[in-house]
């Protein structure tokens, strides 16, 4: 496993739909161990591929020490509404925001095999998995927030 660089906000594939996997093999296992542990060695909760300049449809989360990793991740429901706790970003560093999200979302995809997946989550984990799919979209938090705010300002 490898650590790997985090882009940050103004690199251009932040802002691109990544592309769906087609391919399951070994690179793609290794991809989503560099994820994991770049992600952990970062303190995140989540990581996407683009965030390490790979225009792949990959996501890894962990809430409660439980790691998901999601290929090709669709979010097929969702439920409620959400606004805190503010979001933060690995690749946007010392900025936090206001997001609305799904309180519950319905998630499918496929495991690092391709065989398929369905997760339900609430909470800071629908949130979690909500951010990592935008940035597959080319969405960051700082698009979405209805305010943004360095972790420092008073309240």
Do not use: W
Request: hydrophobic share 40%.
């Amino acid at each position: 496993m490898s650590i790997r660089n985090i882009v940050q906000i103004g690199e251009p594939i932040l802002k691109e739909k990544a592309k769906p996997v087609t391919k399951f093999h070994a690179r793609l296992h290794k991809l989503l161990d560099d994820m994991a542990e770049t992600m952990y060695d970062a303190n995140g909760v989540g990581l996407a591929a683009p965030q390490i300049a790979i225009s792949k449809r990959v996501i890894v989360v962990d809430v409660d020490e439980q790691l998901y990793e999601v290929v090709n991740p669709e979010i097929v429901e969702k439920r409620g509404e959400q606004f805190n706790p503010p979001e933060g970003c690995l690749s946007i560093p010392n900025l936090l925001g206001e997001v609305r999200r799904a309180d519950y979302i319905k998630i499918v995809g496929q495991d690092r095999n391709g065989n398929p997946i369905e997760i339900e989550a609430n909470g800071f984990l629908s949130r979690a998995f909500q951010h990592e799919v935008d940035h597959l979209n080319g969405i960051l938090f700082p698009d979405v927030a209805e305010r943004v705010f360095r972790p420092t300002e008073e309240e």
